[in-house]
């Protein structure tokens, strides 16, 4: 199941992983890690997957690592890898996808993160995200090569939908 970040909290893995597993009778469903409120920090935390079943989702259910849904806050020192369904072309499995509606680039609601001193392998679709009423500064982050980039348009960091922000001082590999 997702694990929650309660509102202001900041999730430090001090060193720690978390595994997505496919559960009894059923498949991973969302993101590994989610925010609960309106500001969430991650830091020193690996997060991953492992053998998921290649099953397609829309919406929430989407496969992601790390999901900021209309928050601001901060990702850091963390690990992403093996986001992925499998040979797949299945449009989700993000390594950190960050969002806030609206999507037209009005900016009514700006949430504010911090992508920095990550490590993302093994993600299906998307490395890092940014969509929507968003201000993003995308740094100093190692961003691998989809696990699936032969199945499908694979992005290795997208601001878009409205989104804004400052990418640099990345080191993006295969896409």
Request: proline residues 2%; negative net charge.
């Given at each position: 199941?997702?694990i929650s970040?309660?509102?202001?909290f ?14 009894a009778g059923?498949?991973f469903?969302?993101?590994?890690v989610?925010?609960?409120g ?8 690996t ?8 099953a ?21 020192k963390?690990?992403?890898?093996n ?8 449009q989700e ?5 960050i969002?806030?509606?609206p ?21 299906q679709?998307?490395g ?6 968003v ?8 961003v691998?090569?989809s ?5 499908l348009?694979?992005?290795?960091i ?5 989104g804004?922000?400052v990418?640099?001082?990345?080191l993006?590999?295969?896409n």
């Open positions: 199941a997702t970040i309660p509102d202001g900041t999730l430090n893995g001090d060193g720690n992983t978390i595994t997505a597993v496919d559960p059923g498949h469903l969302g993101a590994v989610l925010n609960a309106s500001v969430a920090h991650v830091r020193r935390l997060v991953e997957a492992n053998g998921l079943t290649n397609c989702d829309s919406g929430a259910d989407r496969l992601c690592g790390i999901m900021f849904e209309g928050a601001s806050g901060s990702i850091t963390t690990t992403v890898a986001t992925n369904r499998g040979a797949s072309g299945c499995g993000n390594a950190i996808e969002r806030n509606a999507f037209n680039g009005s900016h009514p609601d700006t949430q504010t993160v911090e992508i920095a001193h990550n490590s993302l392998s093994g993600w679709k998307t890092i995200v940014a969509n929507g009423d201000d993003v500064w995308i740094h100093h982050n190692m691998g090569a696990a699936t980039q032969a199945n348009a694979a992005n290795s997208q601001v878009g939908f409205g804004t922000g990418v640099e001082h990345n993006i590999n295969g």
